[in-house]
């Protein structure tokens, strides 16, 4: 509905209400009023189930342990709407894939005429299986169009400024590989903590995230273990460089490893997420 605004405007104005407006994508919702509403509304962020939650949500048998609670959290979620299907793989799957096609069918495509369904898919994979890697808009690009992948109705590779206007399209979406969704969890629970959050580079190294309060911040490197020599070095390196002395972390889902190495604190993940 075009000027739905204007309308959500004059309730404002005419009636002794609170007014509240819901959807799936913040950044469309907020541009289409954000010039007549400036200044008159709160976004409130709604962050899916964090891990705290995920375990008063479900109904757990006694028998079933942490670390299997944490496994079915990896693996179906913090989408509330899949407790309806009772840990169901396949269904829960399919609601997910709904959900999906809402956000970018619905929401992505309809809101901007000009968008070709195709080209968002590509791209949307391509950010999919990058997740966690630092890229650009050209790399995109050019990496897509080398392989063949990406080439509009006239034969020529798609501009690196193409791929920015639609990624500026698109919302997060969950990735299947272990380690990309350990990374998504742990952002997750940075933004549900208050922390402005981003990602750092220091020579050849990357460090997963920089969590920044006005009070400090936080330097954070996520992996699944950090049982080989090879793991260790690649997670510690990168805060090693660091020349300050804010606070330095490695997240894993180790239990017996060293708590503590050159002043970088080495925390189970698990453990961290209920504190």
Not at 144 to 161: R, T
Not at 252 to 264: F, L
């Amino acid at each position: 509905m075009e000027h739905w605004e204007k309308a959500i405007e004059s309730f404002r104005l005419d009636f002794d209400v609170d007014i509240y407006i819901i959807g799936s994508n913040a950044y469309l919702l907020s541009t289409e009023f954000s010039t007549l509403l400036s200044g008159r509304y709160v976004e409130i962020r709604m962050l899916p189930l964090s891990f705290k939650e995920f375990l008063t949500f479900y109904d757990f048998d006694e028998a079933i342990t942490m670390e299997d609670k944490f496994q079915k959290y990896l693996l179906f979620g913090g989408m509330p709407i899949l407790r309806e299907y009772h840990f169901n793989e396949a269904r829960s799957n399919h609601a997910l894939e709904d959900i999906y096609s809402t956000v970018v069918l619905r929401d992505i495509l309809q809101r901007n005429n000009q968008a070709d369904q195709n080209t968002l898919q590509k791209i949307m994979l391509f950010l999919c299986s990058n997740i966690g890697s630092i890229t650009s808009p050209n790399n995109i690009g050019n990496v897509l169009s080398n392989e063949g992948e990406f080439q509009n109705n006239h034969g020529k590779n798609i501009a690196g400024k193409i791929v920015e206007k639609y990624i500026s399209m698109l919302l997060g979406y969950r990735d299947a590989d272990r380690g990309h969704i350990l990374e998504n969890i742990v952002f997750l629970e940075l933004i549900r903590r208050d922390y402005r959050v981003s990602i750092g580079k220091i020579g050849d190294t990357k460090i997963d995230f920089i969590a920044e309060k006005p009070t400090g911040k936080q330097f954070i490197q996520v992996t699944e273990s950090m049982a080989s020599p090879e793991s260790r070095e690649r997670e510690f390196r990168p805060l090693q460089l660091i020349p300050d002395n804010y606070e330095k972390i490695v997240l894993s889902m180790d239990r017996s490893y060293i708590n503590s190495y050159e002043g970088i604190k080495s925390i189970n993940l698990i453990d961290w997420l209920l504190a």
